[in-house]
């Protein structure tokens, strides 16, 4: 019985997980994969994953209200990355990335109202942000402490070496 209640537990951790960054089963699992070839804590490995996706920053520095509106915006085109135009929101990002609204995008009422609007909202420490030529950069990869409290990477790391 006791054993239902952890695996239960479980479960209700990565489906959580997955919730709050909007992936698919698939493509979580391989995040894992990948966090566990890594060195260090897969769990945390795991969580750094999921923080370093392209819509995650973009909601990060505060160019967007949601992760799935953040998805919206990369989906439509609507920022660089090193220069680079992205549409790709599972995009990983790692230290010295630069995240900037494209020249075209930056005329969209939605962006020319952002400035005011995202001065209210915090980002992290791991990232820095220009609000007045709509620019982010990834300094480095998030700590356990940076990232939100309420995963618990730990049972999703035990959910998938059972």
């Known amino acids: 019985m006791g054993r239902e209640s952890d695996y239960g ?4 951790a990565k489906q959580r997980a997955r919730r709050v960054y909007g992936v698919l089963e698939r493509q ?3 995040y894992y994969e990948t ?14 994953i999921l923080e370093s996706r392209m819509d995650n920053v973009v909601y990060r ?13 990369v989906t439509h085109g609507h920022f660089t990355v090193n220069g680079r135009r992205t ?11 630069t995240v900037q609204v494209r020249e ?24 820095t942000r220009d609000l007045r030529n ?10 356990r402490a940076e990232i939100d409290g309420s995963l618990n990477e730990q049972l999703i790391v035990e959910y998938y070496s059972r």
């Open 9 to 12: 537990r479980q479960l209700r």
């Open 28 to 30: 979580f699992r391989r």
């Open 35 to 48: 966090a566990l070839g890594r060195r260090g804590l897969t769990g945390l490995n795991l969580l750094q």
């Open 61 to 73: 520095l505060g160019f967007a209200t949601s992760r799935a509106q953040a998805r919206l915006l």
């Open 87 to 97: 549409d790709i929101p599972s995009m990983l990002l790692g230290p010295g990335d």
């Open 104 to 127: 075209g995008s930056i005329q969209v009422p939605y962006f020319k109202a952002l400035g005011v609007e995202a001065e209210t909202r915090n980002f992290p420490a791991w990232l």
């Open 134 to 143: 709509l620019v982010g950069t990834v300094e480095r990869l998030p700590e």
